[in-house]
């Protein structure tokens, strides 16, 4: 298993300030999720018209671009949204086929008022469209455990649905488990067949924060780390293990420099 983190992790550094920091701090792999000023990336020139140099800069160091991470989402109440959603995506295709990254994460979303059943027909819907765009690429569409997608038993009710090889699952370790007390060994069971890509983080529960909890340092928190790992490992899963600190939305959190090596030096006191 690999180190990846998200850049969520540094929303003021430039690319190559990325690239040379994972470099550093022994990490294989980045996660594209915002560049600076801008949570949209696929316009920016580091992945456009100087998307060369930024794939000679990540071959001198060693590091590939794991994820990118969009804003894409699978299912909303806003009709209006589905149509940005897929243009969006378009764009985030070529860039996985620039940089021969493998994976685009997208959100679940919210399904609104509509039942499950209807949510998940429209879920799977969207998803076989979705599968359209990426056909001849080797590129997958990763939806995250996230929003009202993050029960292992619709994951997998959705995922059976769609049946595409271009389709897959994001296995954030922190919500199922904090958001809805899912053990991970029972998230593995149900959906471990599609998991391709792993965000990481720490969480302690605090019912005056936005979510209900509030990140931390690795092992400073309730999320069962050590668990996690065995699951994974006993699962032969072999993808990235990903960081995602997420300073972007967190500013009083500790600042990247403190949080990269000690999530690397953490994670290897688990293998």
Known sequence: MRFAFSTL??????L???????????????????????????KRTEFTSKANLSRRQLQEHGVEIACFSSSVVLSSPDAA???????????????????????IRIFGGRIGPASRESALDTAAANLLKMADIVR????????????????????????????SDAIGLLWDVNHPFMFLGEAPART????GT???HTHWKDSNRNPRAQHGFEPCL??????????????????NYH????????????????EPEVALPQFVEYMKRLS
């Open 9 to 14: 992790s540094c929303p003021l550094w430039s």
């Open 16 to 42: 190559d300030k990325v690239i040379r920091a994972a470099w550093v701090h022994g990490f294989q792999g980045i996660e594209v999720r915002g560049l600076e000023d801008d949570l949209d990336i696929t």
């Open 81 to 103: 949204s589905s149509g940005k959603s897929f243009d969006e995506l378009k764009r985030y295709v070529q860039l996985c086929v620039t940089f021969g990254t493998p994976f």
């Open 136 to 163: 001849d690429t080797r590129v997958k569409i990763l939806v995250e455990t996230h929003d009202e997608w993050m029960c292992a038993d619709h994951l997998k009710s959705l995922m059976t649905a769609v049946s």
């Open 188 to 191: 593995w069971e149900q959906t």
């Open 194 to 196: 599609w998991i391709h």
């Open 218 to 235: 690795m092992g400073d928190g309730r999320v069962p780390h050590q668990e996690i790992h065995r699951v994974l490992k006993n699962g």
């Open 239 to 254: 993808g990235y293990l990903s960081l995602e600190w997420e300073k972007r939305w967190h500013p009083e959190i500790a």
